[in-house]
């Protein structure tokens, strides 16, 4: 249990469909990430965070939507995703996202597919 | 383009040996060099090096960085069933965060 909870933990949905990947972290940090992880690939960062702030997309398409209410929570919404976005997402956290690289603290994943 | 290369991409051992997995990279503005274990999912944080000849240690676990080799290593000395992850190697740059592919390792009893 690192003190990031994601929800759901497993997703299917069609490529109509539009639902959207939660993010709860309480360890009382300042930034948020979204990262996707496909098959025999590295982690790939998508989305950064800090103090509410969308200070990084890494070139995402715009069918993934980011939303950060506060410090504490993160959406990804998703819509008319393609079937090669199925893949794991995970959320993390830490202290801050400044260049010194704080250790991130990941939740547990969405398993998320595509048909 | 920036790139974080680990070695070997798996390896399997047999309890009680001592591993050594390897991270290079080539990446503009590095900030700091991040190890972590994954186990089934959520990868779980292990060391920051930020520091070149510095090594941290935390149990059988230790890494080191060289800025001037690029690299980086992690040891796992008296290795048990229970360290079989993937080990991944992350760079952090000013306004990114670059993993490695990983390693697979597998120790058998």
């Known amino acids: 249990e690192t003190g990031v909870t994601q929800t759901p933990r497993h997703l299917v949905m069609g490529m109509t469909n539009k639902k959207s990947l939660k993010c709860e972290q309480h360890?009382?940090?300042?930034?948020m990430y979204w990262y996707k992880q496909s098959a025999k690939k590295p982690l790939e960062l998508m989305f950064v965070y800090n103090f509410k702030e969308q200070t990084e997309n890494n070139s995402v398409p715009s069918r993934f939507s980011p939303e950060c209410p506060n410090s504490s929570h993160l959406f990804l919404h998703l819509h008319t995703l393609q079937p090669e976005d199925s893949a794991l997402y995970l959320c993390?956290?830490?202290?801050?996202?400044?260049?010194?690289?704080?250790?991130?603290?990941f939740g547990p994943g969405t398993r998320l597919t595509v048909t | 383009e920036d790139k974080v290369v680990q070695s070997p991409l798996s390896l399997v051992v047999h309890e009680g040996d001592t591993v050594t997995l390897n991270c290079s990279y080539e990446?503009?503005?590095?900030?700091?060099l991040l190890w972590y274990k994954q186990e089934k999912k959520a990868p779980t944080f292990l060391f920051m090096l930020?520091?070149?000849?510095i090594e941290k240690k935390s149990g059988r676990l230790s890494s080191i960085l060289d800025k001037k080799e690029l690299s980086s290593i992690l040891n796992i000395t008296a290795t048990q069933t229970g360290d079989s992850a993937i080990y991944l190697c992350?760079?952090?740059?000013?306004?990114?965060?670059?993993f490695g592919a990983g390693t697979r390792l597998t120790v058998k009893p």
């Open positions: 990446v503009t503005n590095f900030r700091s």
């Open positions: 360890l009382g940090h300042n930034a």
């Open positions: 993390a956290s830490s202290q801050g996202s400044g260049y010194l690289g704080y250790e991130q603290y």
């Open positions: 992350a760079v952090k740059l000013d306004n990114d965060m670059r």
């Open positions: 930020t520091s070149s000849g």
